[in-house]
């Protein structure tokens, strides 16, 4: 008699944030060229979807319908990122986006809430909170 198959458990692996903007090889390129990621592919030609990464995070951007404007989660909240990131070493990381011209909307900070964060605005707007887990350290 054959023994019954463990059922697996379902892990989650990874998301990857799509924001839509009105020219993907632009917003590509900025995340290339300014926040240190690499192109790893567009769609069609003219291109309607194109992707980044940088280590193990993704970032996907597809193209407006009809000249639609992108809408960050700011236009809709005035405290708000698109995508939370997290980094080992933010200070480092602080160094080379400033040295690239990013447009850092708040630079790193110790929140309440024991992250170490920093918001960097993108050319369409969307904002990228990079934070690293404070929680272990003394207050």
Request: with cysteine; proline share 6%.
């Amino acid at each position: 008699m054959a023994e019954p198959r463990k059922q697996q458990v379902v892990r989650f692996k990874m998301v990857n944030p799509v924001f839509v903007v009105s020219d993907v090889a632009v917003a590509a390129e900025y995340y290339r060229d300014v926040l240190g990621f690499k192109i790893l592919g567009y769609f069609l030609d003219p291109p309607v979807f194109a992707m980044v990464a940088r280590d193990e995070v993704e970032i996907h951007f597809a193209k407006t319908d009809d000249g639609a404007v992108p809408s960050p989660n700011v236009a809709r909240r005035r405290i708000a990122v698109d995508a939370y990131i997290w980094v080992n070493d933010l200070d480092s990381l602080h160094a080379e986006l400033k040295s690239r011209g990013a447009t850092i909307v708040e630079p790193p900070t110790l929140r309440v809430y024991k992250c170490y964060e920093m918001v960097v605005a993108d050319h369409f707007g969307f904002r990228l909170a990079f934070s690293m887990d404070y929680s272990g350290q003394p207050d």
